[in-house]
């Protein structure tokens, strides 16, 4: 065995260090580190030691270390992500998706989930105001609104706003849900998902200065 080529590594400590010029007779070396005594190498094919780090033990600790480390990073990011949900949800109930799975949530932590509001999906058509056909001196808005979200919402508030040619408000009113809805939806508490509703509203006649209209949802 060539001794000035040969690595050997301690058993104990698992330091590596070049072997002695010439070894004894017994073939018995002392680590320098922890003092063990062992033998050396008997021949050249002995495989040449690996330095304690990357020891087979070493190895699988280490990796064993990057998964929990990685665990805990994920985990981490996890519940930051649930944090920053949580403080959005007043944005985020507005999605049917996100408004179920504030429910799932809420139903194991005893929370109260937001209700679902979309104004934007409800939709407004066939709006007219007209002469009222039975009451002098009043007028008649019909309007029909319905719900294109996917989920049930509140009803909304039903504004109407007369105006005169300068686009300045002549008259308006803000009208309740139990004002406006038929007496077919009169108690419900919500509008259902792709529902509808047709409004009739007798209004005072704010005389001629109102040249057009325009109904919006609160």
Known sequence: MNAQAALLRCPACGTVFRAPPQLPSHRRVRCGVCHELFSAPVSDTDPIPRPAYASAAAATGAGGGGIVRAGALVALVL?????????????????????????????????????????????????????????????????????????????????????????STVAGRLFEPAEFLPALN???????????????LPLADPGTEAASFRFTVH
């Not at 294109?148 to 009803?155: D, T, V």
Request: include cysteine.
């Open 79 to 167: 519940l930051l992500v649930a944090q920053l949900a949580w403080l959005a949800r007043d944005r985020l109930v507005v999605y049917p998706r996100f408004h179920a799975l504030y429910g799932v949530v809420c139903h194991y932590l005893g929370c109260q989930v937001p209700a679902f509001r979309d104004l934007s999906a409800i939709d407004i058509s066939a709006a007219r105001v007209t002469s009222h056909p039975e009451y002098a001196d009043a007028l008649l808005a019909v309007v029909s609104l319905r719900n294109q979200a996917q989920a049930a919402q509140p009803w909304p508030r039903l504004a109407l706003s007369l105006t005169a040619p300068d686009g």
């Open 186 to 200: 009169q108690g419900e508490e919500m509008f259902a998902a792709d529902a509808a509703v047709h409004v009739r």
